[in-house]
């Protein structure tokens, strides 16, 4: 079909490919880095990805880790080594972590070797927290509870609650 303008679609979708390329060369990229780009788009287009699709799919080619997410982990690391520091617990002991929310502590914590119980009410958060435990390969027991109606079955060396967790007790 045409599009506003008299222009079809893929005379658009062609305006925009050379605009994208013009502006690459504009920037001096290298040769390697255009080839880079270039090869990951055609994987994605390999892969079955077509339009904005596959140029999404070709960012997580080049950049699988975002910089927010390289960020957050830098920040959860922090916290862990900051919990362990002050509070001096041995290898294997049992943290509570109220109002754990999508379990960014509670896994750190777990990678480290503690036995972590992380507690919240939101489903939704826990729902996250669970498959990120799966990703990292951690075991991290999660429980649905309002913080302050949360009664363990068993005793905790440290209980932590970072962030807004808190803030209903």
């Known amino acids: 079909g045409e599009c506003f303008g008299g222009k079809i679609r893929a005379q658009y979708r062609l305006g925009n490919c050379s605009r994208l ?3 690459a060369k504009d920037s001096d990229w290298s040769e390697s880095q255009m080839s880079r780009i270039t090869d990951a788009i055609e994987q994605a287009r390999a892969e079955g990805y077509r339009g904005p699709q596959a ?3 070709a960012h997580t080619i080049l950049w699988p880790v975002t910089l927010g997410e390289i960020i957050d982990k830098a920040e959860d690391e922090d916290d862990a080594d900051f919990i362990e520091e002050v509070m001096k617990l041995p290898h294997g002991a049992a943290i509570l ?3 754990c929310g999508t379990g960014r502590h509670a896994i750190e914590l777990a990678r480290r070797g503690y036995r972590v119980t992380g507690v919240d009410i939101s489903s939704g958060m826990l729902e996250i927290a669970r498959r990120n435990a799966a990703v990292a390969n951690v075991d991290v027991e999660f ?3 309002p ?3 949360f009664a363990g079955s068993r005793r905790y060396d440290c209980a932590i609650s970072l962030c807004e967790g808190a ?3």
């Open 21 to 23: 390329w013009a502006g």
């Open 147 to 149: 913080a302050q109606d």
């Open 55 to 57: 140029i999404v799919r």
């Open 167 to 169: 803030l209903c007790l």
């Open 97 to 99: 972590d109220l109002g």
């Open 143 to 145: 429980v649905e509870s």
